[in-house]
């Protein structure tokens, strides 16, 4: 009998071979946070070190600028392929926060994200999204198809039963597929630490005394009070915290159902 | 094993019993959740002008709380004294029944709300089944709501009666039952004064005892289960490749001979690869593994990976119990997918009992399932024995797999111009004449398993004690009436054919008969059962070890084998199914003879078959007149 994290470890890694063996050209949705970047360790994982996946990443343009720097480095320390998606019609047009945070996110995110898996014929993608964060992902299923226009018909999801997952695409579907659904914060970071991950410094406190628990577009996104510096030492403030991952995302509080709404329509 | 290992509870029942209230209140007081989750629920309920609601922590959905229902279903992790438990909501709305399952699907054990006013509710029952089906045997009950019903003592002893019956009546296990108001967060970690004349512990702690206890049930059957590994791809990133899947139960080691259904291929595990490469000496239950073998063989997604003197069975028609969980009625006429393991199949449905009758969501229905060729699978509950029926989209059902159906029909003559003669000297004739009933005594298992030796032993026995007795022994049969099979699987199934109806003509002149044949195959001893008859089959596994059966290897087979001799040999380079039921397991490699041939009597006289024994020719009393 295994431990915990190594029987979640197990149970992502049969969820990723499943959606390769079965979707057509499938990539990773990789915004370097800890859970894709854990979700990456997992693919390697899975393909004994390879990744025969691309990521994809979407940019705002609104990303902390860290967070950029970091992208292309990591990429070329491990030679992955990356297709970085944007919307650059609605940057143009003077897209932002400004306009309302749930239409920037609309625009900026959803939007492009949609454009990035017509435009590359992107067949499913694997997302680091976990029931834990917030109400609507709780409720969501291990395989979720969306059509074109990204919605999530979430009164009427599909039944997934044992490791039995519904794969296969209809026309113009792509497959959202969540390997770490049932992986909490805790765990991601225990998992992290276990498995000595390379992770962006911005999630460790700096020398105001501030880190990141959650990552995001900086003008959404904001800092937490914290002295942990160390792995070790945000294991420990994740165990004994009681205020919300995502209480620093913005979006999220915008109304009572922000992130219901923003997901029916194709958020990740 | 860590202690840290999560139980995983599904908390099931009718609509509006409590269920999401009952999770809600037990993350509340107990969980971790977040102040600004609280406050924000907290919140919601005031601007709707309602009390706390501790259910609007798991339905989150704005359709849920406007509603007051829960649509899908969510599971949230939860600690109680250093427990760690997964706790699945499951939403009891029949139309939301495929939820239901999916959440269900994913649970050792099963609570099960009743409110303690309303009592037993439509889904209360339907939800049970459902568990039975998806192998959650073991269910605590709640009877929630007791504020409503006044705490009274007498309604709770009258749900509880009832729904225990239920329970057992499915075949279920009922942990205890255990008198609650979620709302009110009475009885969940503490007695509550309104419920003094409760004598049990309260909700929590039973949680913590009862799943503890399960967990170390399944952990012991564990132990005992065969290796099943699901194949779900091979890859070849580099000129070698790996194997891929996961192990559903049993272990796996390199040096390992593996056996792939239902492709038939053997190889042996040279090396369990890992990220980053670790060589790993074991695999175990629960994961997913990467194997190299020695041989590149070619064998897709879809097969079972086992050892080879216990592999699951191999047939294109099963019969199954299903729950139908889809808006749109089962179609006769419609192909549809079976999923087992990884395999995925093109099948039809047929009503087991020939009524074509409508099903739909919620629905049971015992099926025989035509598959456009041959999978592997398990049955009754052990290794790969769960299947779901999908449109190409789309789970429709799910279920388990039960007894199998016979490939070929039991009296399937050639000839159209036969007709069987009756009136010859009957059975009971025989049997009233000796003095005793006839039976037959089937023994299965590998070469060198001692099944020859044993049939000799117990002949001499019964023969002594007077009974009339026959052996039919396999090499000897081959030398003769069945010279002209081989060991393919038809000529084994055609073998047993004839072992069976020999047995079968012994049987009917009132002899007690000893066949020691290997029958490998689990379909060729069920159709041996039904040319029998099952009150006259008993089928005993002669267990022994293969490693040991190696070292007997009183006819040099092994060795043969091993040396590539022999190509079709059970257990070695062609499957052997050990029985999921049979009548008695006499393991060779620790038991007696003597001691075999006696636990074989007392069987014999627990099931009514030997008489005190009499003189040859006497005409005793029959203590089982058949």
Redesign the interface.
Known sequence: ????LT?L???S??IV??A??KVKNLALLWSMGKDSTVLLHLV???????V?IPLVHIDTSYKIPEMITWRDQYVKDHNLRLIVGQNKQALADGMGPDKGRLVCCGALKTQALLDTIKENQIGGLLLGIR??E???R??E?VVS?RPEDGTWT??D????????Y?L?L?QDVHMRVHPLL?W?ELDVWEYIERERLEIMPLYFSNADGKRYRSLGCWPCTGTIDSCATTLDAVVDEIRN????ER?GRAQDNAD??AM?KLRSQGYM | MTEFQQRKIVIVGHVDHGKSTLLGRLLMDFGKVPQQTIEKVRKTCESRGVQLEPAFFLDAFQEEQEQGISIDTTRVNFEFEDHRFLLIDAPGHLEFLKNMTTGASGAETGILVIDGYEGIGSQTMRHLKILGILGVRRVIVVVNKMDKSGYSQARFEEVASEIRGHVEHEGQTCLSVVPISALKGENLSAPSENLSWYAGLPLLPQMVAHTTATAVSIAEESEHEPLRMVLQDVYRFTDERFYAGRIISGTISPGARVFFSPSGKVSTVEAIETFPAAGLNKAVKGDSVALRLKDQIFVERGEIISLPDQTPEVNNEIQAKLIWLNSEPLNWAADYLIKVGTAEVSCRLEPSNSVFSQVGNGDFVDVDIKMQKPISFDRDGRGVDKLVICTTYETVACGAIATPNPSQKVQKTKSKNIVVEAGFVKREEHEERQGHRGTVLWMTGLSGAGKSTLAKALERRLFNDGYRVAVLDGDNLRSGVCADLGFEPEDRAENIRRVAHMAKLLLNTGMVVITACISPYEKDRRLAEEVIGEADFHELFVFCPIEVCQQRDPKGLYKKASGGQINDFSGLNAPYQPPTKPRLRLDSSTMSIADEVEEIISMMKAHNLKPAPVPIGARGDLVGKP
Not at chain 1, 1 to 4: H, I, T, V
Not at chain 1, 157 to 164: G, L, T
Not at chain 1, 241 to 244: A, G, R
């Open positions: 009998m295994n431990d915990y029987s470890e197990h149970e890694v049969f071979r499943e390769y063996k390697r994982k899975a393909f004994l070190g390879h025969p029931r834990d917030e109400g609507s709780a409720k299923r198809p979430y009164k999801q599909v039944a997934e039963i044992w490791n039995h519904n296969h209809p049932h909490t915290t009681k205020t919300s209480a009572t159902y219901q």
